[in-house]
């Protein structure tokens, strides 16, 4: 069964961190390139950053370049987000999925940047 599990959101203050992860299941992680994405209360899905099959290059949204870092750990079919000098308008949900050719989205992680 093709699933995609996200975890590691939480309540973080501004200028804080939080490390999301993702583990895949169900087809070749190592075969495709991921992503994270995010929602955010009334507004439209955004692609967050995006890191090839072995994680040879990445991109990141202009907002998360320089605190975010995505990495992948195709040993364990794990995708991960540091996220350092979180802002409140990193709140929103976080969602995996891959880069191209979507799967089901899975049930996100809530991140919440709040003092």
């Known amino acids: 069964q093709v699933q995609l599990v996200e975890s590691g959101g939480g309540l973080v203050q501004p200028g804080g961190s939080l490390r999301l992860s993702c583990a895949a299941s169900?087809?070749?992680?190592?075969?495709?390139?991921m992503s994270w994405f995010r929602q955010a209360p009334g507004k439209e899905r955004e692609l967050v950053a995006a890191?090839?099959?072995?994680?040879?290059?990445?991109n990141y949204q202009d907002s998360a370049k320089g605190r975010f870092t995505i990495s992948r750990d195709n040993a364990k079919n794990t995708l991960y987000l540091q996220m350092n000098s979180l802002k409140p308008e990193d709140t929103a949900v976080y969602y995996c999925?891959?880069?191209?050719?979507?799967?089901?989205w899975g049930q996100g992680t809530q991140v919440t940047v709040s003092s």
């Open positions: 890191i090839t099959p072995y994680g040879g290059n990445t």
């Open positions: 169900g087809f070749t992680f190592s075969n495709y390139a």
């Open positions: 999925n891959r880069r191209v050719g979507y799967l089901n």
